[in-house]
């Protein structure tokens, strides 16, 4: 099992910059995709970005494309996300999302979930 914390969401201008951070712990995360979805009121939970632990692959979401960029550091157990020129619809609560990247390949969905970090924006 993998446990996730989200934290960074704050208020912010239009056109700001922001980085979240997801800290993982628990099972080892060299078999795991780690991802950032979030979800605004109203909407439904939608896929902003993912990345491999050991492959260091990299997905995003058409709507975040060049302006969000994941990372992670090894050490820390930690994944980024970097959200640049951000937007009023980039607010939405964050969540931090792991599986195993075998059971992503098969069509299977994230099993780990973070509890959520909001970000608001200010037009």
């Known amino acids: 099992q993998v446990q996730l914390r989200e934290s960074g969401g704050r208020l912010v201008q239009a056109g700001g910059s922001l980085e979240l951070s997801c800290a993982a712990s628990?099972?080892?995360?060299?078999?795991?995709?780690l991802g950032w979805f979030r979800q605004a009121p109203g909407k439904e939970r939608e896929f902003v970005s993912h990345?491999?632990?050991?492959?260091?692959?990299?997905a995003y979401a058409d709507s975040v494309q060049g302006r969000f960029t994941i990372s992670k550091e090894s050490a820390k157990n930690t994944v980024y996300l970097h959200m640049n020129n951000l937007k009023p619809d980039d607010a939405a609560v964050y969540f931090c999302?792991?599986?195993?990247?075998?059971?992503?390949?098969?069509?299977?969905?994230?099993?780990?979930w973070g509890h959520g970090t909001r970000v608001t924006v200010s037009s």
């Open positions: 999302a792991a599986v195993l990247v075998i059971v992503y390949a098969q069509g299977g969905r994230y099993d780990y």
């Open positions: 628990g099972d080892t995360l060299s078999y795991y995709l």
């Open positions: 990345i491999g632990w050991t492959s260091g692959s990299t």
